[in-house]
């Protein structure tokens, strides 16, 4: 099983960037997928998370800003982050776990990828 994420970059406060996270090696439709992001001297947090029936979830700080989605026919999700503020700075790891049910914590997700750098600058 792979993940592997891309969209990440430097935009200015206000910006939008577009995160995309590939999977394979995996029977995506029935995977729960979510995004985390850990920031320096942070611990890893959640930020969304997508059922395979396209069922979302997100952290209250990125609520109405942050938009996760899935194309089970390319096995992909993505997140749409729109509206970034400095605070938003992190990287941004995808993550998989077996079943329909997702989970707001790290260490019941059974794949990650290496992640993204996002820099949002003031």
């Known amino acids: 099983v792979q993940l592997v994420e891309s969209g990440g970059g430097l935009v200015q406060a206000g910006g939008s960037l577009r995160l995309s996270c590939a999977a394979s090696?995996?029977?995506?439709?029935?995977?729960?997928m979510a995004w985390f992001r850990q920031a320096p001297g942070n611990q890893r947090e959640l930020v969304a998370t997508?059922?395979?029936?396209?069922?979302?979830n997100y952290t209250d700080s990125v609520k109405g800003r942050f938009t996760i989605s899935r194309d089970n026919a390319k096995n992909t999700v993505y997140l749409q982050m729109n509206s970034l503020k400095p605070e938003d700075t992190a990287i941004y790891y995808c993550?998989?776990?077996?079943?329909?049910?997702?989970?707001?914590?790290?260490?019941?997700?059974?794949?990650w990828g290496r992640g993204t750098q996002v820099t949002v600058s003031s």
């Open positions: 993550a998989a776990r077996h079943g329909y049910y997702c989970s707001d914590y790290s260490y019941l997700y059974d794949y």
């Open positions: 090696g995996i029977f995506f439709r029935f995977i729960a």
């Open positions: 997508i059922t395979g029936l396209g069922n979302t």
